[in-house]
């Protein structure tokens, strides 16, 4: 059965370093999207991506982050000076709209990230 | 905006036991409604689903029933076994075909179930 996939599955950087995170989505599917868990607290949505380009960002999604989709299969999320406050679990999901179950996401096993 | 209100855990059963994870939602529209469980150490896999009023999702002896008139979306199980020890997410999606279709999660609530 075809999954989402991340990596790395556990990242320790320092703070006010770039990382960037990594998800290949369910091949067929169009729209990709991160989230984030704090430890302890509830999943929140980051960025939707549809088409190349951003299609919604909540308001933790500020100049800091960003998205892309590099080739055909990747899609990243990079943290340009990460905080000790971007330490959580990141997820990546994917979702085909034109497929049997058009609103479904399918997630990733997620990466933890972890700012010294 | 949307929202997703889910009662506090833990939530700590017997084998055997009947589960009822209570979630009541606040959404502009007629939102999805979904159920995910996170095991320990893992990620999000999706449980159940509804997308529209009176639908049941159900899976694995799990099932949820989208009640407009309540605006809720309660999990139940009839006998709970120890695998089922997870944090459970209740979650709605909402938004025009094609739209991004973000997910709000509830605060997610954690089942321990013992012999």
């Known amino acids: 059965e075809p999954e989402v996939t991340q990596t790395p599955s556990h990242q320790v950087t320092q703070m006010g370093q770039e990382v960037i995170l990594r998800c290949v989505p369910i091949s067929n599917h169009l729209y990709f999207y991160w989230y984030r868990q704090i430890l302890g607290q509830k999943v929140e949505f980051l960025v939707s991506f549809y088409n190349n380009e951003i299609s919604e960002k909540s308001e933790i999604f500020d100049d800091q982050f960003s998205v892309e989709r590099p080739d055909g299969s990747n899609f990243t999320l990079k943290i340009r000076s990460t905080k000790l406050e971007d330490s959580a679990m990141y997820f990546c999901?994917?979702?085909?709209?034109?497929?049997?179950?058009?609103?479904?996401?399918?997630f990733g096993p997620g990466t933890r990230l972890t700012v010294l | 905006g949307n929202s997703v209100t889910q009662m506090e855990g833990p939530v700590t059963l017997s084998e055997e036991a009947f589960l009822t994870i209570n979630c009541t939602y606040t959404?502009?529209?007629?939102?999805?409604l979904f159920w995910y469980v996170q095991y320990p150490g893992e990620g999000l896999q999706l449980l159940l689903k509804?997308?529209?009023?009176?639908d049941k999702g159900s899976n694995k002896g799990f099932e949820a029933t989208y009640r407009k008139e309540t605006t809720s979306f309660h999990l139940e199980k009839g006998s709970v076994q120890v695998s089922d020890s997870a944090v459970y997410f209740c979650?709605?999606?909402?938004?025009?075909?094609?739209?991004?279709?973000?997910?709000?999660f509830g605060t997610g609530t954690q089942l321990k179930v013992e012999l």
């Open positions: 509804a997308t529209k009023a009176d």
């Open positions: 999901a994917s979702r085909d709209p034109t497929g049997y179950y058009p609103d479904t996401q399918y």
């Open positions: 979650a709605l999606s909402w938004g025009l075909t094609g739209g991004g279709n973000k997910l709000t």
């Open positions: 959404a502009t529209g007629y939102p999805s």
